[in-house]
């Protein structure tokens, strides 16, 4: 497969990080492969926000060019493609983390629990090993 050519707006390091996270669906793709355990196609289109199968494809794509996702074929089902965060991937998790902090702190909607957000104020490091520690 031919990498898709990243067209950068400018040379500032957010704006790099939007041409790639800019849209609604990029990071709930990656919040699935990295917190809700999502390997298949199948399983991100029974997220809650209901991605278009279009939409999906494109956007796994996206990742995929950016070398933020790989896909294979998975080995005990071979007809099934697995898609895996890279390492490049796996660096997004502070990102992520913060972004869940920062959601619940300030949406009664959105609460998570408070042993999370403890541990987001106490020892955000721990709770980051802790989750990178099941990838492996």
Sequence with gaps: MKLRELKLRSDCPISYTLDIFGDKWSLLIVRDLLLENKKYYNEFLKSDEKISTN???DRLSRLESQEIV???TDETHRSRILYVLTDKGMKLLPLLLEML????AHSEECRLP???MQAMETDREQLIE???ETFK
């Design 70 to 72: 790989s896909k294979r």
């Design 130 to 132: 802790d989750i990178l």
């Design 114 to 116: 408070d042993s999370f």
């Design 101 to 104: 902090y920062w959601g619940s």
């Design 55 to 57: 939409i999906l494809a």
